[in-house]
């Protein structure tokens, strides 16, 4: 008989008090309060922008929402940390006023802007781009906060990921990375904590189709996993589109993920995400006759 392992449902994080399992994969829709995201920044600024957007992701199956305030795309300017929460407060109130049960992540490598949004806001968890990196105070803020936090790899900063990044393994030397990082959080009793490798965050194209290959072998830190592919540069500058039109190319790659044992989808288009979900899950399930 074929074993479906390609669908966690051992791990688990405990998220707004309950546990939130990955038996079957879940959904962070991401809603940019930035002028200058490479897909949609300058989008959702506006009351009306930020709720009507929220709504749709909610609508479309999002779990959990991802609120930043930061530009992380390649090359992209830093902004004030008063800038940042300014941004994040306006969107957060909006959020919690309109839709108060909703699971908020921020995404956030700043430990003040991360304790704010908790403390005042109620933020359900933090994804830090940058997994502690830059932020020295960042993993004491988290296990004092209580909240799942999410790791993402990233060599450089997003000013400088691109100029010339370089692995001995890229696959090896991202798990060797994070084992490093789930330990140090462990010392601190952090429990709740997802991995994502940071596809585009200082990779090569050649790199962030390795490690998409070798998506499985993240299985070994027993943690949920999350990815970040949609509509990426490793989709449009391929196939030679603009990013508005990488959603196609967005779906194929959610599919190969899926099937190396992603748990969560960070995505633009949660419709889409989750139908990739319901049909490789029935393609997991499907059994060849006489086996």
Same mark, same amino acid.
């Given at each position: 008989m074929r074993k479906d392992t390609s669908f966690s449902i051992t791990k688990t994080i405990r998220l707004q008090g309950k546990l939130f399992d990955f038996s079957t994969p879940r959904i962070m829709g991401i809603l940019n309060l930035t002028p200058d995201s490479f897909y949609d920044g300058g989008r959702y600024i506006t009351e009306d922008a930020i709720m009507a957007r929220t709504e749709q992701l909610l609508e479309q199956g999002c779990d959990i929402i991802d609120a930043g305030a930061f530009s992380s795309r390649p090359g992209a300017e830093e902004v004030s940390p008063e800038e940042e929460s300014a941004r994040l407060v306006r969107g957060l109130a909006i959020i919690r006023k309109r839709f108060p049960g909703v699971p908020v992540s921020v995404d956030t490598f700043r430990a003040a802007v991360a304790r704010v949004a908790v403390k005042q806001w109620d933020v359900d968890m933090i994804n830090d781009i940058s997994a502690g990196d830059m932020d020295p105070d960042m993993f004491d803020t988290i296990a004092d906060l209580g909240v799942p936090y999410v790791i993402m790899h990233m060599q450089g900063t997003p000013k400088d990921m691109q100029d010339d990044p /370089?692995? $001995?393994h890229v696959v090896k030397d991202i798990l060797k990375y994070f084992s490093r990082k789930l330990a140090q959080l462990r010392e601190r009793g952090v429990k709740d904590v997802i991995v994502d490798p940071g596809f585009g965050f200082g990779k090569t194209m050649e790199h962030n189709y390795q490690l998409l290959k070798g998506l499985e072998a993240f299985r070994i830190l027993d943690v949920p996993l999350m990815v970040g592919l949609s509509r990426k540069s490793m989709i449009y500058k391929v196939? %030679?589109?603009p990013p508005e039109e990488a959603l196609n190319g967005t779906t194929? #790659?959610?599919t190969l993920a899926l099937l190396g044992g992603a748990d969560i #989808? /960070?995505?633009? $288009? !949660? /419709?889409? +995400?989750?139908?990739? &979900? /319901? #049909?490789?899950? &029935?393609? %997991?399930? +499907?059994?060849? !006759?006489g086996r």
């Open positions: /370089r692995y $001995d196939l %030679n589109v194929v #790659l959610h #989808l /960070r995505v633009h $288009d !949660p /419709r889409e +995400a989750l139908e990739t &979900i /319901r #049909l490789v899950q &029935i393609f %997991n399930r +499907a059994k060849l !006759p």
